[in-house]
């Protein structure tokens, strides 16, 4: 069993920057492939990027290339979304999200652990 929680979200003004953490209990976090979703009003969840269990393989959603950058830290069982440039269409509730293996990644429907979620908005 693996409890996730998110934090750091906020309001933050179009091109600023906020770094979301996702704590989690257990003993197995390094075993996990990591995940963070968002989810709009009225919008499908919707993947935005995924970290391997070691931390060396990395998969972003196009939208978020090259602004946001997934890491963790397995001694501290955390990972982390760091997102520069933001811009209002990234207003969402942010979910970290925890399976394993590295298939099917877009797929809400794989993951078996989910956080509660952290409010981003960004104000234009």
């Known amino acids: 069993q693996v409890q996730l929680v998110e934090s750091g979200g906020g309001l933050v003004q179009a091109g600023g920057s906020l770094r979301l953490s996702c704590a989690a209990s257990?003993?197995?976090?390094?075993?996990?492939?990591m995940c963070w979703f968002r989810q709009s009003p009225g919008k499908e969840r919707e993947f935005v990027a995924a970290?391997?269990?070691?931390?060396?393989?990395?998969y972003y959603a196009d939208s978020v290339k090259g602004r946001f950058t997934i890491s963790r830290d397995n001694a501290k069982n955390t990972v982390y979304l760091q997102m520069n440039s933001l811009k209002p269409e990234d207003t969402a509730v942010y979910y970290c999200?925890?399976?394993?293996?590295?298939?099917?990644?877009?797929?809400?429907?794989?993951?078996?652990?989910w956080g509660q979620g952290t409010q981003v908005t960004v104000s234009s």
């Open positions: 257990g003993r197995t976090f390094g075993s996990y492939t």
């Open positions: 970290i391997s269990y070691s931390g060396g393989t990395l």
């Open positions: 999200a925890a399976r394993t293996g590295w298939y099917g990644l877009q797929d809400g429907r794989t993951y078996a652990y």
